[in-house]
Protein backbone atom coordinates (compact mmCIF):
# COMPACT_ATOMS: atom_id res chain seq x y z
CA UNK A 1 0.00 0.00 0.00
CA UNK A 2 1.27 3.47 -1.07
CA UNK A 3 1.84 5.53 2.38
CA UNK A 4 2.87 8.94 0.42
CA UNK A 5 0.52 11.69 -1.14
CA UNK A 6 1.48 15.08 -2.36
CA UNK A 7 0.09 18.19 -3.92
CA UNK A 8 1.49 20.53 -6.52
CA UNK A 9 5.18 20.84 -4.06
CA UNK A 10 8.86 20.50 -5.26
CA UNK A 11 9.68 18.55 -2.12
CA UNK A 12 10.83 14.86 -2.20
CA UNK A 13 9.40 12.03 -0.86
CA UNK A 14 13.10 10.90 -0.67
CA UNK A 15 14.36 13.66 1.12
CA UNK A 16 11.68 13.23 4.04
CA UNK A 17 12.06 9.89 4.23
CA UNK A 18 15.79 10.31 4.60
CA UNK A 19 15.27 12.66 7.95
CA UNK A 20 12.90 10.23 8.94
CA UNK A 21 15.54 7.70 8.67
CA UNK A 22 17.80 9.75 11.57
CA UNK A 23 15.19 8.93 14.10
CA UNK A 24 15.66 5.92 16.20
CA UNK A 25 12.96 4.20 18.01
CA UNK A 26 14.36 4.69 21.00
CA UNK A 27 13.35 1.48 23.52
CA UNK A 28 13.57 -0.91 20.06
CA UNK A 29 16.45 0.34 18.56
CA UNK A 30 16.68 1.39 14.13
CA UNK A 31 15.00 3.85 13.03
CA UNK A 32 11.53 4.51 12.08
CA UNK A 33 11.54 3.92 8.25
CA UNK A 34 13.56 0.61 8.50
CA UNK A 35 11.13 -0.71 11.56
CA UNK A 36 8.17 -0.20 9.07
CA UNK A 37 6.41 2.40 11.57
CA UNK A 38 6.00 5.49 8.66
CA UNK A 39 2.09 4.39 8.42
CA UNK A 40 1.28 7.46 6.30
CA UNK A 41 3.17 10.37 4.80
CA UNK A 42 1.46 13.42 3.02
CA UNK A 43 3.17 16.62 1.84
CA UNK A 44 1.66 19.36 1.00
CA UNK A 45 3.12 22.65 -0.58
CA UNK A 46 6.15 23.51 2.60
CA UNK A 47 3.89 21.37 4.97
CA UNK A 48 4.27 18.11 5.92
CA UNK A 49 1.99 15.45 7.60
CA UNK A 50 3.54 12.00 8.85
CA UNK A 51 1.49 9.22 11.05
CA UNK A 52 3.57 7.07 12.92
CA UNK A 53 2.37 3.49 14.27
CA UNK A 54 3.51 2.70 17.33
CA UNK A 55 4.14 -1.03 19.16
CA UNK A 56 1.89 0.16 22.38
CA UNK A 57 -0.67 3.36 22.48
CA UNK A 58 0.51 3.77 25.59
CA UNK A 59 3.93 4.45 24.46
CA UNK A 60 6.26 5.93 27.35
CA UNK A 61 8.07 7.96 24.67
CA UNK A 62 5.91 9.17 22.40
CA UNK A 63 6.48 12.66 23.06
CA UNK A 64 10.12 12.16 22.73
CA UNK A 65 9.60 10.75 19.24
CA UNK A 66 7.36 13.48 18.32
CA UNK A 67 9.94 16.09 19.26
CA UNK A 68 12.78 14.26 16.88
CA UNK A 69 9.88 13.57 14.16
CA UNK A 70 9.16 17.49 14.17
CA UNK A 71 12.94 18.55 14.62
CA UNK A 72 14.31 16.11 11.68
CA UNK A 73 11.92 17.15 8.93
CA UNK A 74 11.97 20.84 9.76
CA UNK A 75 15.87 20.42 8.69
CA UNK A 76 14.77 19.50 5.73
CA UNK A 77 15.17 22.35 3.15
CA UNK A 78 11.77 23.72 1.87
CA UNK A 79 9.52 22.57 4.90
CA UNK A 80 7.98 25.22 7.18
CA UNK A 81 5.35 23.17 9.05
CA UNK A 82 5.50 19.56 10.18
CA UNK A 83 2.39 18.06 11.43
CA UNK A 84 2.80 13.96 13.60
CA UNK A 85 -0.33 11.97 14.45
CA UNK A 86 -0.29 8.26 15.90
CA UNK A 87 -1.12 5.19 15.51
CA UNK A 88 -0.92 2.18 17.36
CA UNK A 89 -0.62 -1.71 16.67
CA UNK A 90 -0.06 -3.72 19.39
CA UNK A 91 1.87 -7.04 17.96
CA UNK A 92 1.69 -10.92 19.21
CA UNK A 93 4.68 -12.20 21.09
CA UNK A 94 5.45 -14.77 18.34
CA UNK A 95 7.66 -16.87 21.04
CA UNK A 96 4.45 -18.38 22.52
CA UNK A 97 3.98 -21.48 20.68
CA UNK A 98 4.21 -23.74 22.62
CA UNK A 99 1.37 -22.74 24.96
CA UNK A 100 -1.80 -22.73 23.77
CA UNK A 101 -2.69 -18.19 22.88
CA UNK A 102 -5.77 -17.03 24.30
CA UNK A 103 -7.48 -16.06 21.08
CA UNK A 104 -8.16 -11.96 20.59
CA UNK A 105 -5.43 -11.72 23.61
CA UNK A 106 -2.47 -10.04 22.01
CA UNK A 107 -0.30 -10.47 25.72
CA UNK A 108 -0.66 -12.16 28.81
CA UNK A 109 1.02 -10.27 31.72
CA UNK A 110 1.30 -11.38 35.56
CA UNK A 111 1.28 -9.34 38.48
CA UNK A 112 2.65 -11.11 41.22
CA UNK A 113 4.78 -10.85 44.58
CA UNK A 114 6.42 -13.00 46.67
CA UNK A 115 3.89 -11.85 50.09
CA UNK A 116 0.94 -10.73 50.88
CA UNK A 117 0.07 -7.14 51.77
CA UNK A 118 2.47 -5.10 49.01
CA UNK A 119 -1.07 -3.93 47.62
CA UNK A 120 -0.31 -6.11 44.51
CA UNK A 121 -4.17 -6.36 43.62
CA UNK A 122 -4.41 -2.21 43.95
CA UNK A 123 -1.32 -2.26 41.49
CA UNK A 124 -3.10 -4.70 39.14
CA UNK A 125 -6.51 -2.90 39.18
CA UNK A 126 -4.75 0.43 38.43
CA UNK A 127 -2.38 -0.76 35.99
CA UNK A 128 -5.15 -2.39 34.00
CA UNK A 129 -7.46 0.72 33.76
CA UNK A 130 -4.28 3.00 33.05
CA UNK A 131 -3.67 1.02 29.96
CA UNK A 132 -6.92 1.53 28.85
CA UNK A 133 -6.80 5.37 29.64
CA UNK A 134 -4.07 5.17 27.37
CA UNK A 135 -5.98 3.61 24.03
CA UNK A 136 -5.66 0.10 24.77
CA UNK A 137 -7.71 -2.64 25.02
CA UNK A 138 -7.25 -4.08 28.71
CA UNK A 139 -8.73 -6.53 30.87
CA UNK A 140 -8.06 -8.28 34.16
CA UNK A 141 -8.39 -11.41 35.34
CA UNK A 142 -8.51 -12.00 39.00
CA UNK A 143 -5.95 -15.30 39.87
CA UNK A 144 -6.70 -14.52 43.21
CA UNK A 145 -8.94 -17.18 44.01
CA UNK A 146 -8.31 -16.87 47.92
CA UNK A 147 -8.75 -13.43 48.03
CA UNK A 148 -10.39 -11.95 44.87
CA UNK A 149 -10.59 -8.27 45.17
CA UNK A 150 -12.00 -7.00 41.91
CA UNK A 151 -15.56 -7.48 42.71
CA UNK A 152 -14.62 -4.35 45.61
CA UNK A 153 -12.20 -2.36 43.78
CA UNK A 154 -14.17 -2.30 40.26
CA UNK A 155 -17.74 -1.98 42.59
CA UNK A 156 -19.16 -5.64 40.66
CA UNK A 157 -19.76 -6.82 43.83
CA UNK A 158 -23.43 -8.99 43.32
CA UNK A 159 -23.43 -8.87 39.65
CA UNK A 160 -22.38 -12.30 37.42
CA UNK A 161 -21.05 -12.71 34.47
CA UNK A 162 -24.11 -13.32 31.43
CA UNK A 163 -23.00 -17.26 28.96
CA UNK A 164 -22.99 -17.05 25.10
CA UNK A 165 -24.98 -19.14 23.64
CA UNK A 166 -21.53 -21.48 23.37
CA UNK A 167 -21.59 -21.87 26.70
CA UNK A 168 -18.66 -18.74 27.07
CA UNK A 169 -18.74 -15.96 30.16
CA UNK A 170 -19.38 -12.77 29.12
CA UNK A 171 -16.55 -10.55 31.12
CA UNK A 172 -18.23 -8.09 33.06
CA UNK A 173 -16.89 -4.29 31.93
CA UNK A 174 -15.90 -0.85 34.58
CA UNK A 175 -13.60 1.78 33.95
CA UNK A 176 -12.57 0.87 30.50
CA UNK A 177 -12.17 -2.96 30.47
CA UNK A 178 -12.84 -6.19 30.77
CA UNK A 179 -12.49 -8.75 33.94
CA UNK A 180 -13.63 -11.91 35.47
CA UNK A 181 -13.51 -13.08 39.02
CA UNK A 182 -14.33 -15.88 41.23
CA UNK A 183 -15.42 -13.20 43.17
CA UNK A 184 -18.16 -12.22 40.47
CA UNK A 185 -19.66 -15.83 41.35
CA UNK A 186 -19.61 -17.03 44.48
CA UNK A 187 -21.21 -15.20 46.96
CA UNK A 188 -19.33 -12.55 49.40
CA UNK A 189 -19.41 -15.01 52.98
CA UNK A 190 -19.20 -18.03 50.88
CA UNK A 191 -15.31 -19.13 52.56
CA UNK A 192 -13.23 -20.44 48.88
CA UNK A 193 -11.94 -24.18 50.19
CA UNK A 194 -10.32 -24.86 46.69
CA UNK A 195 -7.84 -27.64 46.04
CA UNK A 196 -4.77 -26.39 43.80
CA UNK A 197 -5.80 -29.11 40.63
CA UNK A 198 -9.28 -27.11 41.02
CA UNK A 199 -7.88 -23.52 41.38
CA UNK A 200 -6.14 -25.17 38.21
CA UNK A 201 -9.27 -26.16 36.37
CA UNK A 202 -10.90 -22.85 37.75
CA UNK A 203 -8.35 -20.63 35.62
CA UNK A 204 -8.07 -22.27 32.86
CA UNK A 205 -11.85 -21.49 32.31
CA UNK A 206 -10.88 -18.21 33.24
CA UNK A 207 -8.75 -17.90 30.37
CA UNK A 208 -10.02 -20.26 27.30
CA UNK A 209 -13.94 -20.31 28.40
CA UNK A 210 -14.22 -16.77 28.67
CA UNK A 211 -15.26 -14.07 25.72
CA UNK A 212 -12.65 -11.79 26.27
CA UNK A 213 -12.93 -10.43 22.38
CA UNK A 214 -9.38 -8.39 21.42
CA UNK A 215 -7.49 -7.73 24.26
CA UNK A 216 -4.03 -6.16 23.81
CA UNK A 217 -3.26 -6.44 27.47
CA UNK A 218 -4.55 -9.14 29.79
CA UNK A 219 -3.53 -8.09 33.35
CA UNK A 220 -3.36 -11.18 35.19
CA UNK A 221 -3.97 -10.58 39.23
CA UNK A 222 -1.90 -14.10 40.40
CA UNK A 223 -1.82 -15.12 44.31
CA UNK A 224 0.86 -13.87 46.41
CA UNK A 225 3.84 -15.92 46.86
CA UNK A 226 5.85 -19.09 45.05
CA UNK A 227 4.02 -21.57 46.12
CA UNK A 228 2.86 -24.92 44.05
CA UNK A 229 -0.55 -22.53 43.14
CA UNK A 230 2.05 -19.87 41.06
CA UNK A 231 3.98 -22.55 39.52
CA UNK A 232 0.93 -24.60 37.82
CA UNK A 233 -0.89 -21.36 37.07
CA UNK A 234 2.76 -19.62 35.34
CA UNK A 235 3.34 -22.44 33.37
CA UNK A 236 -0.14 -23.47 32.23
CA UNK A 237 -0.63 -19.31 31.12
CA UNK A 238 0.56 -18.20 27.80
CA UNK A 239 2.76 -15.00 29.55
CA UNK A 240 4.99 -12.33 28.02
CA UNK A 241 6.19 -11.47 31.12
CA UNK A 242 5.93 -11.05 34.41
CA UNK A 243 5.52 -7.83 37.05
CA UNK A 244 6.61 -8.19 40.55
CA UNK A 245 5.45 -5.65 42.85
CA UNK A 246 7.05 -5.10 46.34
CA UNK A 247 7.61 -2.72 49.36
CA UNK A 248 11.14 -0.94 49.99
CA UNK A 249 11.61 -2.54 53.13
CA UNK A 250 14.23 -5.40 53.15
CA UNK A 251 12.16 -7.99 54.18
CA UNK A 252 10.10 -7.75 51.37
CA UNK A 253 12.82 -7.95 49.10
CA UNK A 254 13.98 -11.17 50.13
CA UNK A 255 10.57 -12.18 48.65
CA UNK A 256 11.55 -10.39 45.59
CA UNK A 257 14.52 -13.10 45.15
CA UNK A 258 11.98 -16.03 45.15
CA UNK A 259 10.02 -14.41 42.93
CA UNK A 260 12.01 -14.03 40.49
CA UNK A 261 14.08 -16.71 40.46
CA UNK A 262 10.68 -18.66 40.13
CA UNK A 263 9.82 -16.88 37.20
CA UNK A 264 13.29 -17.11 35.79
CA UNK A 265 13.18 -20.81 36.24
CA UNK A 266 10.00 -21.17 34.34
CA UNK A 267 11.24 -19.07 31.51
CA UNK A 268 8.99 -16.70 32.09
CA UNK A 269 10.58 -12.87 31.02
CA UNK A 270 10.36 -11.11 34.76
CA UNK A 271 9.13 -7.08 32.88
CA UNK A 272 10.10 -5.33 35.58
CA UNK A 273 9.67 -4.24 39.34
CA UNK A 274 7.23 -1.58 41.02
CA UNK A 275 7.91 -0.69 44.12
CA UNK A 276 4.61 0.38 46.05
CA UNK A 277 4.18 2.38 49.08
CA UNK A 278 7.39 3.71 48.48
CA UNK A 279 6.91 7.47 50.44
CA UNK A 280 4.45 8.64 52.17
CA UNK A 281 3.75 12.76 51.67
CA UNK A 282 1.91 14.40 54.04
CA UNK A 283 -1.09 16.05 51.86
CA UNK A 284 -1.56 18.99 54.44
CA UNK A 285 2.11 20.11 55.23
CA UNK A 286 3.70 18.15 52.21
CA UNK A 287 6.51 16.29 54.36
CA UNK A 288 7.80 13.32 52.65
CA UNK A 289 8.44 9.82 55.51
CA UNK A 290 9.94 7.38 53.80
CA UNK A 291 7.75 4.97 56.23
CA UNK A 292 9.15 1.75 54.56
CA UNK A 293 12.63 2.85 54.11
CA UNK A 294 12.57 3.77 50.00
CA UNK A 295 14.32 2.30 46.68
CA UNK A 296 14.42 -1.38 47.76
CA UNK A 297 12.98 -2.04 44.40
CA UNK A 298 15.32 0.04 42.29
CA UNK A 299 18.05 -1.74 44.14
CA UNK A 300 17.02 -5.10 43.85
CA UNK A 301 16.18 -3.93 39.65
CA UNK A 302 19.83 -3.42 39.62
CA UNK A 303 21.11 -6.13 41.46
CA UNK A 304 19.26 -8.33 39.37
CA UNK A 305 19.14 -7.01 35.75
CA UNK A 306 15.60 -6.15 35.82
CA UNK A 307 13.80 -3.20 34.93
CA UNK A 308 12.63 -0.48 37.25
CA UNK A 309 8.97 0.75 36.47
CA UNK A 310 8.17 2.75 39.00
CA UNK A 311 7.19 3.70 42.56
CA UNK A 312 3.92 4.28 43.90
CA UNK A 313 3.10 6.40 46.58
CA UNK A 314 1.59 5.16 50.07
CA UNK A 315 -2.07 7.18 49.90
CA UNK A 316 -4.72 6.93 52.17
CA UNK A 317 -6.69 8.28 49.00
CA UNK A 318 -5.41 5.17 47.12
CA UNK A 319 -6.72 2.77 50.03
CA UNK A 320 -9.92 4.45 49.88
CA UNK A 321 -10.22 4.31 45.99
CA UNK A 322 -10.17 0.36 46.46
CA UNK A 323 -12.23 0.35 49.10
CA UNK A 324 -15.00 2.07 47.51
CA UNK A 325 -14.91 1.00 43.91
CA UNK A 326 -13.45 3.89 42.84
CA UNK A 327 -9.42 2.94 41.51
CA UNK A 328 -6.91 5.87 42.50
CA UNK A 329 -6.46 6.00 38.40
CA UNK A 330 -10.04 6.93 38.32
CA UNK A 331 -9.55 10.02 40.63
CA UNK A 332 -8.72 13.45 39.65
CA UNK A 333 -7.49 14.45 43.27
CA UNK A 334 -3.90 14.79 43.74
CA UNK A 335 -3.34 12.52 46.84
CA UNK A 336 -4.39 9.74 44.54
CA UNK A 337 -1.13 9.23 42.60
CA UNK A 338 -3.41 8.42 39.06
CA UNK A 339 -0.19 9.98 36.74
CA UNK A 340 2.34 7.72 38.81
CA UNK A 341 -0.20 4.82 37.63
CA UNK A 342 0.17 5.95 34.35
CA UNK A 343 3.61 6.38 33.95
CA UNK A 344 4.26 2.84 35.83
CA UNK A 345 1.69 1.40 32.85
CA UNK A 346 3.69 3.31 30.26
CA UNK A 347 6.84 1.94 31.41
CA UNK A 348 5.30 -1.69 31.31
CA UNK A 349 3.82 -1.25 27.84
CA UNK A 350 7.19 -0.03 26.56
CA UNK A 351 9.05 -3.03 28.30
CA UNK A 352 6.43 -5.33 26.72
CA UNK A 353 6.97 -4.14 23.34
CA UNK A 354 10.94 -4.46 23.68
CA UNK A 355 10.68 -8.28 24.78
CA UNK A 356 8.18 -8.76 21.56
CA UNK A 357 10.02 -6.99 19.26
CA UNK A 358 13.79 -5.94 20.11
Not at 117 to 144: M, W
Request: glycine share 8%; net charge negative; charged share 20%.
Amino acid sequence: MNIFSRRNNELSEEAVLAALATVQEPELGGDLVSRRMIKHLQIDDSRVAVTIDLTTPACPLKDQIEQEVRAAVLRVPGVREVAVEFTATVRQNPGLFNKASIPGVAHVIAVASGKGGVGKSTVATNLAIALAQEGARAGLLDADVYGPSAPIMLNLKGRPPMVTPERKMVPLEAFGIRTISVGYLVPEDQPLIFRGPIISSMLRQFLYDVAWGELDYLVVDLPPGTGDIQLTLAQAIPLSGAVIVTTPQDVAMADVTRGIEMFRKLNVPILGLIENMSYFRCPHCGERAEIFAHGGAQAASRKFGVPFLGEIPLSLAIREGGDTGRPAVTSDQPEAYAEAFREVARNLAGRVSVATLA
